[in-house]
């Protein structure tokens, strides 16, 4: 049995299954990315819900595993040389599981590469700006009277769609007809701004043709809809 002792975030969230890739999350739109990694490559996992509404990323065990405190983290018992290892960033966690499984990011230097620029983009720019514009739009900043903020947020969101719409021309998935770990940190942000943030409207999502059939195709695939709940919410 793998001895996952070493890692204090275990006493607050033990493992079951200490042989399986422990995740810790939940089903936001950066949580998600992992868990729909996970259930796309089919790697045996157990998730574990950290509940941020609960500050639950800012305890000690959590800290243990990511400083920054902030979901998804992941411990592998079986990492590189056959030593456990802990993982945070959404980012890093979808390279090191493309890696380990040899899915959804091409062995071409070239195009792992090109890969990797889509998902830095998505890490850099998209997910930030539709969270603020979520932030601004449907939460408190919705009541702040100066709406340049929103405005701001909307104007970038909007053209940052641009971007993807434009990638997508004449594709499929973001890297062409292979889906990878691009389409899977981009897919819950999109569905999210539209959704759950309610900002389809603001953002002139309608006006759209390449990103709506693209999140269509995405939101079919099975290990989409199922990491979408995963962890499941108490």
Not at 9 to 28: C, E, F, M, N, V
Not at 207 to 234: D, F, H, M, Y
Request: proline share 8%.
């Amino acid at each position: 049995m793998t001895d996952l002792a070493d890692f204090p975030i275990t006493t607050r969230w033990p493992a079951q299954h200490p042989d399986r890739i422990q995740l810790y999350g939940l089903p936001t739109p950066n949580g998600v990315k992992v868990s729909i990694m996970l259930e796309e490559t089919g790697l045996p996992y157990e998730p574990h819900l950290v509940d941020i509404g609960k500050n639950e990323s800012w305890t000690p065990e959590f800290l243990s595993l990511n400083p920054n405190g902030k979901i998804p983290a992941i411990i592998d018992p079986n990492g590189p040389g056959g030593a456990p290892i802990g993982l945070f960033e959404s980012g890093a966690i979808l390279i090191y599981l493309a890696e380990k499984t040899g899915k959804f990011l091409s062995a071409d230097p070239a195009t792992r590469y090109e890969t990797i620029a889509w998902l830095m983009w998505q890490m850099g720019g998209l997910g930030p700006m539709f969270g603020q514009l979520g932030f601004f739009h449907k939460f408190a900043g919705r009541e702040y009277e100066d709406k340049r903020p929103r405005d701001r947020y909307a104007a970038e969101s909007k053209r940052l769609l641009g971007v993807l719409e434009q990638r997508l021309e004449g594709r499929s998935w973001i890297m062409g007809d292979e889906y990878s770990i691009a389409d899977i940190a981009t897919l819950g942000w999109v569905r999210n701004l539209i959704g759950f943030y309610e900002a389809g409207e603001i953002v002139e999502f309608d006006t759209l043709k390449n990103v709506p059939a693209w999140l269509e195709r995405g939101l079919a695939r099975l290990a989409v809809q199922k990491g979408l709940a995963i962890p499941a919410r108490a």
